[in-house]
């Protein structure tokens, strides 16, 4: 008999993050299991040793976020961060590697990394970088974001008049804020615009730039000098 009451189901709980590890040493792709477990609202769906059978698992378990590493046999870590965002858009990679070499940090975020961490950032940062990036943060290294902004800036090669010609006035002041890095709040309190409308310019921004994510948007900002 139905007393009018609610009654708890635990599938109406919201639903953990689905996460894809993808590591060539056994160690690190273990580790990062128990350390992502202990978070209530992650959930590790497999842990792939290479960057093809990554490809394979992405399309068997659809992780929200893949944890790429970037040096592995048979396919590396940028080759398969470009397949996998090439075939399922969706899907957030944050890189996790030991390299910070000039190359792999710029060819992984051509590729379509939304971050990129090294190994040695503590638990927390690692924790907080995944929930940040899908809500559709950018996190990168200290060590390596001077890296990339040396790089993006000396491969300018177009003006920003072109940039002006597809966007607003007021959707290239987020832009211009995006490539800062400033978050859709922080974006928000600067121009004196609500969370929502930002959020709007954002994905008009994405649409008319024909990029799949704020990082791409910030490299061609820079790229255009924005």
Not at 179 to 189: E, F, R, S, V, W
Request: hydrophobic content about 45%; charged content about 25%.
């Amino acid at each position: 008999m139905d007393d009018g009451l609610m009654v708890y189901r635990p599938w109406s709980m919201v639903k953990p993050m689905k996460i894809l590890l993808c590591d060539d040493q056994a160690v690190i792709r273990d580790g990062l299991e128990m350390l992502l477990n202990l978070e209530k609202d992650f959930q590790v769906v497999g842990a792939a040793q290479d960057g093809a059978e990554a490809l394979e698992l992405a399309a068997q378990k659809q992780p929200d976020l893949i944890l790429m590493d970037l040096k592995m046999p048979i396919m590396n870590g940028i080759e398969a961060t470009r397949e996998i965002r090439k075939r399922f858009p969706n899907i957030k990679i944050l890189v996790l590697t030991t390299y910070d070499d000039d190359e792999w940090v710029f060819d992984a975020i051509r590729a379509g990394a939304a971050g990129y961490l090294l190994k040695d950032t503590p638990r927390q940062k690692i924790v907080e970088a995944i929930r940040g990036t899908l809500e559709g943060k950018t996190f990168v290294d200290p060590a390596v974001a001077g890296k990339l902004l040396n790089q993006v800036a000396a491969n300018q090669t177009q003006p920003a008049s072109i940039l002006k010609t597809k966007l607003t006035e007021r959707e290239l002041d987020v832009l211009h804020q995006l490539a800062k890095g400033m978050t859709n709040p922080d974006i928000a309190a600067h121009l004196h615009l609500s969370e929502g409308t930002v959020r709007n310019h954002v994905s008009a921004i994405l649409e008319k730039l024909n990029v799949s994510d704020r990082t791409q948007a910030a490299i061609l900002a820079i790229q255009h000098g924005l």
